[in-house]
């Protein structure tokens, strides 16, 4: 069975239950596995975060990776705050930043170094592992002032931002979670004709069982061992189903717009039952503006303002929306 809580009205409707459609972050529960998780599309936000910086495609896609796992997690937080993800790597895509803002702001950028990056493209070497090398991994929760942030870190040493969420998980949670990446560039038909778009996907699952002798593993192992092997008890057969269910996705079912998310789950689970709750809508949406820039502003000293003055003003671009910010350095004389 399939159940499902009322949409939006602005959400499509297909048959007889609301479907959430493109960037919606669809929570779900499969009762009699003791799993619960989140799936997404992303379709029109990501083309926009992507195509903004008309980043090169292999960069695009790391990049877009980092926006599916950064709403996943985000869109659980249950207070005021920030998901930030980023990546710092000795690779010629040295950074990777996803921010989520509460309830469903997202923005994101990558920085690479263009010289590097082409010459892996020419020789056809464009893995991850490649393009991030070695480095870290931070996945940091801000709650806002007055609060301490958290903050795991992962290694990044030849794994790809799938495998080192897992192991983010395995030693910072110590709750047993899976979860599946997907990326793609869609033809889809327009006014002009078509053209391509890029999407995203992913699934999200985790073993969080009610009885206080199955919650957590007992003696995680903190090994070079597939952390989908570890399970709470040989026993217990549900974590190893729900590993087998999802090994069975194929990357395109997570993409794909005529499939979304609650076909896709009632496709894994509906020999269990799967409960899946409204969407959580998240946007392509940044949180710069004049009034933050000015106010950094006008901290600097009277030398910072005239080195930061450039043909009679201070210009200065947004990383994450490409905005730009134009000042009369007269604003900062009075303060200084």
């Known amino acids: 069975m399939l159940e499902t809580r009322q949409l939006a009205e602005h959400q499509p409707k297909l048959g007889e239950f609301g479907y959430a459609g493109d960037d919606h972050v669809v929570p779900f529960e499969v009762g009699p596995l003791d799993v619960r998780g989140r799936t997404v599309q992303l379709g029109p ?23 599916v796992l950064t709403v996943l997690l985000g869109t659980s937080l249950k207070f005021e705050g920030k998901f930030i993800l980023q990546t710092r790597t000795d690779g010629p895509v040295d950074m990777l930043v996803a921010d989520f803002s509460t309830p469903h702001a997202l923005r994101a950028y990558a920085r690479f170094d263009a010289d590097r990056l082409e010459a892996l493209i020419s020789a056809g070497e464009t893995s991850q592992r490649t393009l991030l090398g070695s480095g ?9 002032a007055h609060t301490q942030r958290y903050q795991g ?21 110590q709750i047993p979670t899976d979860l599946r990446l997907s990326v793609a560039k869609l033809l889809t038909p327009g006014i002009g004709g078509a053209r391509e778009q890029w999407r995203a996907g992913g699934i999200l699952a985790q073993f969080l069982p009610q009885s206080a002798e199955r919650m957590r593993v007992p003696d995680l192992p903190g090994g070079d061992g597939d952390p989908r092997e570890e ?12 590993l087998a269910l999802l090994g069975t996705i194929e990357p ?3 993409i794909d717009p005529t499939i979304g998310a609650e076909r896709l789950l ?31 502003l006008g901290g600097f000293s009277a030398d910072e303002i005239r080195d930061s003055t450039e043909d009679g003003g201070i210009h200065v671009a947004c990383e994450f929306c ?15």
């Open 45 to 67: 936000m990501l083309d926009a975060i992507l195509s903004r910086h008309d980043y090169p495609e292999p960069v695009a896609r790391l990049l877009a990776e980092a926006c």
């Open 136 to 144: 870290v991994l931070a996945l940091t929760i801000d709650q806002g």
């Open 153 to 173: 870190i992962v290694q990044l040493d030849g794994e790809t931002l799938e495998e080192a969420a897992r192991t983010y998980f395995r030693q910072s949670e």
């Open 231 to 242: 399970i709470h008890d040989p026993a217990d057969n549900s974590w190893q189903e729900l």
């Open 252 to 254: 395109t079912e997570l």
């Open 266 to 296: 009632y496709r894994l689970f509906h020999e269990h039952g799967v409960r899946v709750f409204g969407g959580v809508p998240v946007a392509d949406q940044c949180s710069c503006s004049r009034e933050k820039i000015r106010g950094i």
């Open 322 to 336: 490409s905005k730009q910010y134009d000042f009369d350095p007269a604003e900062f004389a009075a303060a200084q």
